[in-house]
């Protein structure tokens, strides 16, 4: 089956939690192969993690490794160990035979779950022959196994070959993002706040301060939710931007490690800014480029919309710089300023290329390299942000002090 | 609860140690906090260069007895780091290191963005070492953030905000150089008084100067101030102005800031044989003149030879002489690229041979061998190949690789006016 849902929706935990609960209830009646599409970026590789996860839960030898023939063989040979530790040896044509009898029959039957994260990359590996031979088995009923894959892509069935799509259980659970703001909180809340019960689990000799303690943490985080409107407007502010409880946990670090050592006071947390926020784009880092590096991508920028081409070179940018700052220089001189200095080619040119190290531009030409040949200064480059958008930062006053005299040169074209 | 947190006297002597950096600092130690606090899978230090990110984590990381492995990953890149099986591997063996191990462990992944061979899944796969092993965190440290580089949902980010003008002075003035007086006498409290007035002031006017331009790195500005401080403290030394009249000093000095070869030393990056092609290479006389026919096949529509190069027709030539070759700025509406910003263009072998011909000032020697010539200016990168076609296919196209300023160059030992032949 499959559990698809955003990034932050809990996917994991829950299948965490469940086979925790599994766990606890049939100890020791079956293997958990955890396996990630990030880690595990082809089948090969999959299959030899499945034996090491498999080996070490059943404390396999080494040396009972399956020479590596082809895949269906070493996966099938796996199952074959789990479904007779006795046979080892069995031929494949035996251990399906074998299989196919009663599991209850046979007490050292062992049921497998295999855990497939991130699922869409698993669908992209060439012929998909691990989907295609766990989804076999599992279907066929060779041997007690369960696939379970965790996505975010809502279309990853349809990424799935024909073959392999006909033995997918078409099971779907679909995890949303609370659809309420009250929703939210409760998630959040549920993060935040002590656990009573647990408490009185973990902790056997609770003496009452304790106890007076969290519970006035408690009530602390509820009123703040209730009567602090910083807090409301920061949590609102979240869940219109991502949803997402983990940015609100991650917003929540500095505050709590501030306030601990004023725990019992009641602490009071204020959530002004989200000071370990992911930087939206990547114009944050317009406020740490020199004067030059700005100017000239705010040429480039101007070029897009000038002569109407997505691509650019430095001579073409140096030029219009050039153009941008004659004017201004004679004014600027005559005031004794050296703001719209002209600044020499090469000298432009080494911040040309820094910004293409920040990647503002990149290259236009596929497989660069060597740039087709060109010199430096011919080599074509787009340029990744546009002028409205550097305008905006300038306005903003984001892009450093003192800046907001470039931002005419966004505006007039 | 009190005695677990960090000494607050750390963060004093690690304040003193790095000024302007204190919310970062505290930021760190939130994260990274102490054996019994936890520690999120994954943290982001962002930055861009001089920004004191890997220096203030290992001195943190250091101080505070943190268990850490640092990774540069920037040269590694090419090797087994690169290849996202292995970061499997590295998965199981560093849970199979750490499975007895109590304390939090760090891995440190220096300018992971470097990585020359980085794909999205590579770090993405890093990102989740994290929460694959519980006790170690994997600390990225990158200089341009990347939104959705993990692609996992939002781990902590620690943003080392470039220095502002007055910081970087701030951390300038740690390092006051002195004046290299000649008559020395006893060195004073006054003089040192005196000469961090000086400094900070000449820090000033090197900022506003020439580093808010261009270097705006701490190291950058510091290279910078370091190379002038000398020659302009130099009458102050000779005891011919006083500590105290700066403004006339600056006055004195005033051209030194108008340079800019104290800048490039510093902000260019040497190019990598870039600086020798500009040598101009002595050619054979049939060279030069084949190199000038390339040039302006490379950067004059073809549509226009027949006005240039008509042996019959003087009119073009006439109407450019004396014409100014400085490109002429038009500001119209959607205007037009000049040419010659737009980079060389392709051209076939015989426009090449045809306005060689043309641009010959007397017959041809029946000895001379151009195709030889052409082969070496090809082997001399003078001339690139531009289509994938094979060298001798009829349809192969050529570019020129030689700047505007090495043709004039060239024209000008051959006594050929290229600029009657450019087109505007």
């Known amino acids: 089956m499959l559990i698809i849902g955003a990034r932050g929706t809990g996917k994991t935990t829950l299948l965490e939690s469940a086979i925790s609960d599994l766990t606890e209830e049939h100890k020791g009646e079956f293997l958990t192969v955890r396996l990630n599409g990030f880690f595990q970026t082809d089948d090969k590789i999959a299959l030899r993690e499945i034996w090491r996860q498999l080996g070490v839960e059943m404390e396999l030898d080494e040396r009972d490794q399956p020479k590596t023939t082809n895949f269906a063989d070493t996966l099938s040979s796996i199952l074959a160990i789990l479904s007779h530790p006795d046979e080892l040896r069995a031929p494949d044509g035996e251990g399906e035979e074998l299989a196919e009898e009663d599991p209850s029959s046979t007490t050292t039957t062992l049921s497998v779950i295999f855990i497939l994260e991130e699922f869409d990359l698993f669908a992209t590996h060439p012929r998909q022959t691990l989907l295609y031979n766990l989804f076999d088995i599992a279907q066929s009923r060779k041997a007690p196994i369960a696939a379970i894959g965790t996505t975010t892509r809502i279309d990853v069935v349809e990424s799935l070959e024909k073959r392999v799509k006909s033995r997918f259980s078409h099971r779907t659970v679909h995890l949303k993002n609370p659809p309420t703001l009250k929703g939210f909180w409760e998630i959040c809340k549920g993060g935040l706040s002590v656990d009573m019960d647990e408490v009185d689990a973990e902790i056997n000799g609770s003496s009452d301060e304790d106890r007076r303690c969290f519970e006035a943490w408690n009530t602390h985080i509820e009123n703040l939710y209730k009567s602090d409107k910083q807090f409301q407007r920061h949590l609102r502010r979240i869940y219109a931007q991502n949803k997402d409880p983990k940015s609100f946990f991650n917003s929540c670090i500095l505050p709590l490690s501030d306030s601990v050592t004023s725990f019992p006071m009641g602490p009071s947390f204020s959530l002004s800014a989200n000071q370990l926020d992911e930087p939206d784009s990547i114009l944050s880092i317009l406020d740490g480029l020199t004067d030059l590096e700005l100017t000239l991508l705010i040429a480039a920028a101007r070029l897009d919309i000038i002569s109407d081409t997505d691509t650019c070179n430095f001579q073409m940018a140096y030029s219009e710089y050039t153009a941008l700052t004659s004017p201004l220089k004679v004014a600027s001189s005559a005031a004794g300023v050296t703001a719209g200095r002209l600044w020499s080619k090469e000298v432009a040119l080494g911040a040309w290329e820094r910004l293409a190290e920040y990647e503002l531009l990149v290259p236009a030409v596929i497989g660069g390299g060597s740039g087709g040949g060109v010199s430096r200064e011919g080599r074509m480059w787009r340029v990744e942000v546009g002028l409205a958008e550097i305008g905006k930062c300038l306005e903003m006053g984001r892009a450093g002090i003192g800046r907001a005299g470039l931002g005419k040169w966004c505006k007039e074209v | ?424």
């Open chain 2, 1 to 424: 609860m009190t005695d677990e947190m960090l000494p607050t006297e750390l963060l004093t002597t690690m304040n003193e140690q790095f000024p302007c950096r204190a919310p970062q600092i505290r930021r760190l130690a939130a994260l990274v906090g102490t054996d019994e606090t936890p520690s999120p899978p994954a943290i982001v230090l962002h930055g861009l260069e001089a920004t004191g990110k890997t220096t203030i984590l290992r001195t943190f990381m250091d101080s505070v007895n943190a268990s850490y492995t640092a990774g540069v990953t920037e040269n590694v890149g090419g090797g087994d780091a690169g290849r996202a099986g292995d970061v499997c591997a590295l998965g199981v063996r560093l849970s199979g290191v750490l499975s007895g191990v109590e304390r939090k462990h760090f891995l440190v992944l220096d300018r992971v963005d470097r990585t020359r061979e980085g794909s999205s899944v590579l770090f993405a796969a890093l990102g989740r070492l994290g929460e694959m092993i519980p006790i170690l965190t994997v600390i990225f440290i990158l200089s341009v953030p990347k939104p959705r580089l993990l692609s996992s949902a939002e781990p902590p980010h620690i943003h080392f905000a470039p220095y502002t003008k007055e910081e970087s002075i701030k951390i300038l003035s740690k390092y006051v150089r002195r004046i290299p007086f000649q008559d020395i006498e006893e060195y004073t409290q006054k003089d040192a008084k005196e000469e961090l007035y000086v400094w900070q002031k000449f820090c000033g006017t090197v900022w506003d100067s020439l580093a808010k331009g261009t270097a705006r790195g701490v190291v950058q500005f510091r290279a910078i101030v370091d190379e002038m401080w000398e020659p302009f403290v130099k009458p102050i030394a000779e005891g011919e102005y006083g500590t105290r009249n700066y403004s006339s000093l600056y006055l004195l000095h005033k051209d030194m800031f108008r340079r800019e070869t104290n800048v490039i030393d510093v902000v260019v990056p040497v190019g990598a044989g870039e600086k020798a092609v500009t040598k101009i290479h002595d050619l054979p006389y049939y060279s030069k003149f084949l190199l000038c026919a390339a040039y302006l096949a490379s950067y004059n529509p073809a549509r226009q030879d027949a006005v240039f190069f008509m042996k019959n027709n003087d009119f073009g030539r006439k109407k450019r002489r004396g014409g100014t070759t400085g490109s002429t700025k038009r500001t119209a509406k959607n205007r037009k690229i000049h040419r010659r910003l737009l980079g060389p263009q392709a051209f076939p072998l015989e426009r090449l041979q045809a306005i060689f011909a043309a641009i010959l000032p007397h017959r041809m020697s029946s000895s001379a061998d151009i195709q030889t010539q052409i082969a070496t200016l090809t082997s001399l990168r003078l001339l690139t190949k531009a289509s994938a076609t094979d060298v001798l296919e009829a349809g192969a196209k050529w570019r020129v690789n030689a700047g505007w300023d090495y043709i004039r160059h060239v024209a000008r030992s051959v006594k050929f006016d290229i600029e009657d032949f450019v087109a505007e």
